[in-house]
């Protein structure tokens, strides 16, 4: 993410909302002062989202149905930061919702929130308090805790997937795989092998398109030798995107079918948006969350990766 840090948006600077927002956003009315929308509320959430993503799609009705219901009785608003490509699409998009927004001219204070949050992925919600401080960059999962206390996520979790349990590779991915031949046994396939990365993508997400070429080449110079494989975790919208999508593939799959499985995986690692790439040992055990930042050092080599803008 480009764009050099606002006032109060480095990282490491405790921040005022006006600090971090600036003097005005945008409402449903127009341009409306900082300080005077923020006034008694206790927790401000601010939501990365774009029209062309599908995940956003789906979890913003979900978000406005919470705000909807509870965001005035928890004392919560909403700040939309667009990854729109255009001010039109921003505009109809935008139409849809019932909070604040950032104006869509201001992409410095966009990218300058995204850096500052380490977003990576949309769509995301990061909570900040009345001060500014940081409250959690998990707010998508952790959303029943500030609106409501109903689950958004649905599904009963797998062997091994809960959060905090410590799982075998085959707890983890169940007994097959899918290979570029077709199934195989998840024990075979890591047979001998010291990292394992999961990589969660969708071909209809562009800045997947851009990392698994990437990432692909990587793993065909450097996988073999240094004991790693990668782990394909779809969320393509069907069956004939996913297979065409793993097709450019030179990696392991989670069978499209086991959607289950796909999503307890992004529930444990807490991926909140793609392309993400987590890395486990040979034990299972959590190397890192920050696979794609590190994928230079993780295959010893270096180039350039690439980031939501």
């Known amino acids: 993410v480009e764009g050099a840090p606002l006032k109060g948006i480095a990282q490491s600077d405790p921040a005022s909302l006006i600090d971090i927002f600036g003097e005005e956003l945008l409402s449903k009315s127009g341009q409306v002062k900082t300080a005077e929308a923020f006034d008694g509320k206790q927790l401000v959430m601010i939501y990365f989202s774009a029209h062309w993503c599908p995940p956003c799609r789906g979890f913003t009705p979900?978000?406005?149905?919470?705000?909807?219901?509870?965001?005035a009785a928890?004392?919560?608003e909403i700040v939309f930061v667009s990854s729109d490509r255009d001010e039109a699409a921003f505009s109809d998009y935008y139409s849809e919702m019932?909070?604040?927004?950032?104006?869509?001219?201001?992409?410095?204070r966009?990218?300058?929130?995204?850096?500052?949050?380490?977003?990576?992925?949309?769509?995301?919600?990061?909570?900040?308090?009345?001060?500014g401080n940081l409250v959690t960059?998990?707010?998508?999962?952790?959303?029943d805790q500030y609106l409501g206390d109903s689950?958004?996520?649905?599904g009963a979790p797998l062997k091994g997937i809960a959060q905090s349990d410590p799982a075998s590779l085959i707890d983890i991915f169940g007994e097959e795989l899918l290979s570029k031949s077709g199934q195989v046994k998840t024990a075979e396939a890591f047979d001998g092998k010291q990292l394992v990365m999961i990589y969660f993508s969708a071909h209809w997400c562009p800045p997947c398109r851009s990392f698994t070429p990437l990432l692909a080449q990587k793993y065909r110079a450097g996988a073999k030798a240094r004991g790693i494989e990668v782990i394909f975790v779809s969320s393509d919208q069907d069956n004939e995107s996913f297979m065409n999508y793993h097709s450019e593939m030179p990696w392991l799959a989670v069978p499209f079918?086991?959607?289950?499985?796909?999503?307890?995986?992004?529930?444990?690692?807490?991926?909140?948006g793609i392309?993400?790439?987590i890395v486990l040992d040979a034990s299972g055990n959590l190397v890192t969350t920050e696979g794609r930042a590190e994928v230079n050092a993780l295959f010893g080599a270096t180039s350039s990766c690439c980031t939501i803008s």
């Open 62 to 71: 979900k978000l406005m149905a919470k705000y909807n219901a509870s965001a």
């Open 74 to 76: 928890n004392s919560v």
């Open 98 to 108: 019932p909070w604040l927004a950032v104006p869509f001219e201001d992409r410095d």
């Open 110 to 131: 966009k990218a300058s929130l995204s850096a500052k949050y380490g977003v990576r992925g949309i769509p995301s919600l990061i909570v900040v308090d009345a001060d």
């Open 137 to 143: 960059t998990k707010g998508r999962s952790e959303l």
């Open 151 to 154: 689950a958004i996520v649905e």
């Open 257 to 272: 079918a086991d959607r289950a499985r796909a999503q307890l995986l992004g529930q444990k690692y807490g991926v909140r």
């Open 275 to 277: 392309p993400s790439l």
